[in-house]
């Protein structure tokens, strides 16, 4: 079966430090990636997002993620971390075929020190 | 463009007690989804809706009913609840065309006594 794993339960940084939180899924194939996040008594908000192409994706807020196949790896990147950052972060993958439907990490959360 | 909203956003029952969570969106997307939240857990399926009329079930469905009768709306229903449903509950949708690209409602957290 599909799954996501975010191996980091709570991560602290201090602000402007540089950031890494870690994905690996088990997918048969290549799945869609995705990065959310989600502010306290908040929804969430797609940060980015990978489908194919380019490894290196983009997203908003100066975010980056890094698709490695052979890691089975999406990890999310930001070099350097605002105290607006702080909140979690959850790791998501499409599988193809499932009509939309997102399996999602147990997610990391993030505390930013001053 | 509300996006998708749901109603309320607090909510308190007790056991054996029913009720329906809201949800609608006016993006007019097809697909609408049911998620609920609990801490270490990630989010998880509950159920989900392809288009006005029909419905499939997700990862945790049982104790949930779900209808979709038009394009906006997909409330979802606990028939009779129990303290194991305390959570919060996100309500999702998105464009067929960008299945994946889900826009989530603000959830409801809900506490069963």
């Known amino acids: 079966a599909q799954s996501v794993t975010q191996p980091d339960i709570h991560i602290t940084v201090s602000e402007g430090a540089s950031l890494e939180l870690r994905c690996n899924y088990s997918?048969?194939?290549?799945?869609?990636l995705f990065w959310y996040v989600q502010s306290p008594g908040q929804g969430l908000q797609l940060l980015l997002k990978?489908?194919?192409?380019?490894?290196l994706v983009q997203g908003i807020k100066g975010f980056e993620a890094e698709f490695k196949r052979s890691q089975s790896s999406f990890n999310l990147r930001k070099p350097s971390v605002h105290w607006s950052d702080a909140a979690e972060y959850f790791c998501?993958?499409?599988?193809?075929?499932?009509?939309?439907?997102?399996?999602f990490g147990k997610g990391t959360k993030l505390s930013v020190k001053p | 463009n509300a996006g998708v909203t749901q109603t309320p956003k607090f909510q308190v029952l007790k056991t054996g007690q029913s009720m329906t969570l809201q949800c609608a969106q006016d993006?007019?997307?097809?697909?609408m989804s049911w998620y609920r939240q609990d801490p270490g857990m990630g989010l998880r399926l509950i159920h989900y809706?392809?288009?006005?009329?029909?419905?499939d079930q997700g990862e945790v469905p049982n104790g949930y009913n779900v209808s979709r009768s038009t394009t906006e709306d997909f409330p979802l229903r606990l028939l009779s609840a129990a303290p194991s449903q305390t959570s919060v509950y996100f309500c999702?949708?998105?464009?067929?065309?960008?299945?994946?690209?889900?826009?989530f409602g603000p959830g409801t957290r809900l506490t069963v006594t």
């Open positions: 993006m007019n997307h097809e697909y």
């Open positions: 998501a993958v499409g599988v193809k075929g499932s009509q939309g439907n997102l399996i």
């Open positions: 809706s392809v288009g006005a009329g029909i419905t």
């Open positions: 999702a949708s998105s464009y067929r065309g960008s299945a994946y690209e889900q826009y």
């Open positions: 997918y048969g194939a290549t799945p869609y």
């Open positions: 990978y489908f194919s192409g380019d490894t």
